[in-house]
């Protein structure tokens, strides 16, 4: 029997990592020290998000996501929080 899933609505969503960021990732990766000169240099390059960084007592990499308004984007129809902040055509459409 089919299990409903909340993020199982949609193959492929817009808040997903596009692949040009996974492949910066990669390569800032294999030049990397460690976790932190990892993230350090991510942040520095703006590879992903508004902010990323590493805390080291959780050992946790935490990134702060880029809405759609902060990059040009957003639904011009819909013009609630969600609409001006999420780049998902189905919720704003």
Not at 6 to 30: L, N, S, T
Not at 64 to 84: F, P, Q, R, W
């Amino acid at each position: 029997m089919y299990e409903s899933h909340p993020y199982a609505v949609h193959r492929v969503c817009p808040c997903e990592i596009g692949r040009k960021a996974v492949q910066e990732a990669i390569d800032i990766y294999k030049t990397s020290n460690n976790v932190a000169s990892f993230v350090d240099e991510m942040e520095r390059q703006r590879v992903i998000g508004k902010r990323i960084w590493y805390e080291k007592k959780e050992n946790t990499i935490f990134i702060t996501k880029m809405y759609a308004c902060d990059s040009g984007g957003g639904c011009l129809e819909n013009k609630t929080l969600i609409g001006e902040k999420c780049h998902c055509p189905h919720y704003n459409h």
